[in-house]
């Protein structure tokens, strides 16, 4: 049922994979062939009858910052970007600047409530959180997400732009308490509350909150791949640009991956990236993880 990770004979399939780390480069029991999981019975027994809690921050939290035990979700980086101007009495957000097409992240998990065109932004994007509290985004030039779509922190929603009442390139971020609120709250407080500290660098692990499951692996590579299932048809949720502590909540059988020399059908459930990496980048010896249960 479950295949294993044994190394390629052809060197040039690993090399093509220039955008992620050589297999020679890790630990040598990493090069070894993983034995074939014979049957379901030998990989269940891997797999414990309990299952661990669900949660962990996503990447994207600025590094060093600790998220208010109170926050409703751990945040991630809204944009990378100079803060051209601050929250006032005549401005309810924050405006961020950079080059147009720079991607815009969600700074949290939630459900888009509006994605369309909207006067004074040109554009714009508002986001309900699990929490209660929306978050909005102003004079991109491409939303990439539609109302009533579902979408996790740091996933990739809109690029940069300056359309509407704007003088060029940049973010306007709002947060606000609910859908009924007319006034926004200061944004850099509430993403701070959330472990986000701006200026900030999407993508980059951060410290979890208090009570959540501390990281159980570590991924390997550049250039991972998290997709919303354990299909290569299904969308790329977030792309991870470097190692990264992981807390892997349950595992499951998709689609057979061959990357980096190795080959594999596993998949591993990161609640925090929102979606699912192919086993091949978690570093382990194993194709099936052990101690990790089934989804």
């Not at 926050?71 to 803060?83: E, I």
């Not at 969600?106 to 994007?125: D, H, K, N």
Request: glycine share 12%.
């Amino acid at each position: 049922m479950f295949s294993n990770r044994s190394l390629k004979s052809s060197p040039s399939s690993r090399a093509s994979a220039s955008s992620r780390s050589s297999a020679s480069s890790r630990s040598p029991r990493r090069a070894k062939s993983v034995a074939l999981l014979a049957t379901t019975a030998a990989a269940a027994a891997l797999v414990p009858l309990s299952a661990a809690p669900a949660g962990a921050a996503p990447a994207g939290t600025a590094a060093g910052a600790v998220p208010n035990a109170a926050a409703g979700y751990a945040g991630s980086c809204p944009t990378a970007g100079r803060v051209t101007q601050g929250y006032h009495s005549g401005h309810d957000g924050v405006d961020i600047a950079n080059t147009r097409g720079t991607p815009i992240y969600a700074s949290g998990p939630g459900t888009v409530i509006v994605s369309g065109p909207a006067s004074g932004y040109g554009q714009w994007i508002r986001i309900r959180h699990d929490d209660g509290t929306v978050t909005e985004y102003g004079h991109m030039y491409e939303r990439l997400v539609s109302t009533n779509q579902r979408v996790s922190g740091g996933q990739l929603i809109a690029r940069m732009g300056s359309e509407g009442q704007s003088t060029g390139p940049h973010l306007h971020f709002e947060a606000h308490s609910s859908t009924s609120s007319t006034r926004g709250m200061d944004p850099v407080a509430y993403l701070a509350d959330r472990g986000v500290r701006l200026p900030c660098t999407p993508g980059t692990p951060g410290t979890p909150p208090p009570g959540t499951p501390a990281p159980n692996f570590n991924t390997w590579g550049t250039g991972v791949r998290v997709r919303e299932d354990a299909r290569l048809n299904t969308a790329v949720v977030r792309t991870l640009s470097g190692p990264t502590p992981v807390y892997v909540e349950c595992q499951k059988v998709g689609d057979m991956v061959e990357a980096e020399g190795y080959r594999n059908n596993a998949w591993s459930r990161i609640p925090a990236l929102g979606g699912y990496i192919s086993n091949i980048y978690i570093d382990h010896e194993a194709a099936w993880l052990p101690g990790v249960r089934e989804c």
